[in-house]
């Protein structure tokens, strides 16, 4: 990890997102954050309490491919869900403890969302709703009709 985001990691936020996930799920995650998320279990059970169904099928974490699967289907989930792709970490981030700063931002994110779907979530912020704006086809033609200052 290069020092920069190390020095981005936010044990603050750690703390309030391990809060917020074990709150949530009701499942503790251990003294190691990344190591209590890395089968990707707790993260499957956290989308599927935003959004039921989402992971239909958490794979009890035998084998490396199964956490792998598991930490896969949540990021597909949680796109659904609607975090944006630029905000999601690779599978390999949180797998092989590379990225933990990407983690952590989008885990965030999807704090973010929930915040602004209606949970009732201690972290991130709200994103504004998208503002739709309907002129009326008389409003815009007469809007034609008017000189601009600059001729």
Known sequence: VSPQLAQKYDPQRE????A??????GRRIGDNFMDGLKDGVILCELINKLQPGSVPKVNEPVQNWHKLENIGNFLRAITRYGVK???IFEANDLFENTNHTQVQSTLIALASQAKTK???VGLGVKYAEKQQRRFHPEKLREGRNIIGLQV
């Open 15 to 18: 703390r309030e997102l391990r």
């Open 20 to 25: 917020w996930i074990e709150g949530t799920t």
């Open 85 to 87: 792709p630029h905000d």
């Open 118 to 120: 209606g949970n009732n």
